[in-house]
């Protein structure tokens, strides 16, 4: 803001000096002199001003307001929705797609609990729905990655018994042990990835299963 005050400074003192074109002539030398500085101050004050300014940015804080402004609007749905839906699952308990809509609304108002209740709600109906599974999963450690440990074991199961090819949910898995620091579980997880048969380099597993052996 600075920088703009300073800007429009220097240019009422041009219009100033200026206004007249007779008055021109009656610049000396010193002031042609002070006057090359303020040119070179302002050309100065602006390269530097531009960069730090952002305005090269706008477009893409446009972008950001709409995109925030529209959540708001959607977050304000949602809150006006969840009353029918929940009326609707009272009469239909059995309203699988209804339930995960409802779990997925209480996820965006970050009210996990209410989101937990749904989701395990939809999968008592269903329980073979391997993104609604991964939704659930991504809720629970959300919630209290501990407190929830073996429901989120239940869900790595589920997963590992829909997809038994894919070995990237028990390199998650793995993640998830170090994260709560529960040395079993990760030397537990470490022997299904080297028995994995999808596992890419079974031996980088193996050394650590070992550094891990040797330190207990």
């Known amino acids: 803001m600075i920088y703009i005050?300073?800007?429009?400074?220097?240019?009422?003192?041009?219009?100033?000096?200026?206004k007249n074109i007779g008055e021109t002539e009656k610049i000396v030398p010193k002031s042609y002199f002070i006057i090359f500085l303020?040119?070179?101050?302002?050309?100065?004050l602006f390269f530097v001003y531009i960069p730090k300014s952002h305005i090269q940015d706008m477009d893409e804080y446009e972008?950001?307001?709409?995109?925030?402004?529209?959540?708001?609007?959607?977050?304000i749905k949602i809150k006006k929705s969840i009353p029918k839906l929940e009326e609707k699952l009272?009469?239909?308990?059995?309203f699988y797609e209804g339930w995960l809509m409802l779990a997925r609304s209480y996820s965006i108002l970050d009210n996990l609990n209410a989101s937990i209740d749904a989701y395990e709600k939809a999968l008592s109906v269903k329980s073979d729905n391997s993104k609604a599974l991964k939704e659930y999963l991504n809720v629970l450690r959300l919630h209290n990655n501990?407190?929830?440990?073996?429901?989120?074991?239940?869900?790595?199961?589920?997963?590992l018994f829909l997809d038994k090819k894919d070995a990237s949910i028990l390199l998650n898995k793995l993640h998830y042990s170090v994260k709560i620091n529960?040395?079993?579980?990760?030397?537990k997880t470490l022997n299904e990835i080297i028995d994995h048969?999808?596992?890419?380099?079974?031996?980088?597993?193996?050394k650590i299963l070992m550094k891990i052996n040797n330190n207990e």
């Open 5 to 18: 005050f300073l800007i429009l400074i220097i240019g009422i003192y041009f219009y100033l000096l200026f």
């Open 38 to 44: 303020i040119i070179l101050f302002t050309t100065t």
């Open 63 to 75: 972008r950001i307001l709409t995109k925030n402004e529209n959540i708001r609007a959607n977050i």
């Open 90 to 94: 009272e009469n239909e308990p059995a």
């Open 146 to 159: 501990k407190k929830n440990k073996e429901k989120i074991i239940k869900v790595y199961d589920q997963l």
């Open 182 to 187: 529960d040395p079993q579980l990760t030397i």
């Open 197 to 206: 048969p999808e596992t890419i380099d079974k031996n980088r597993y193996k």
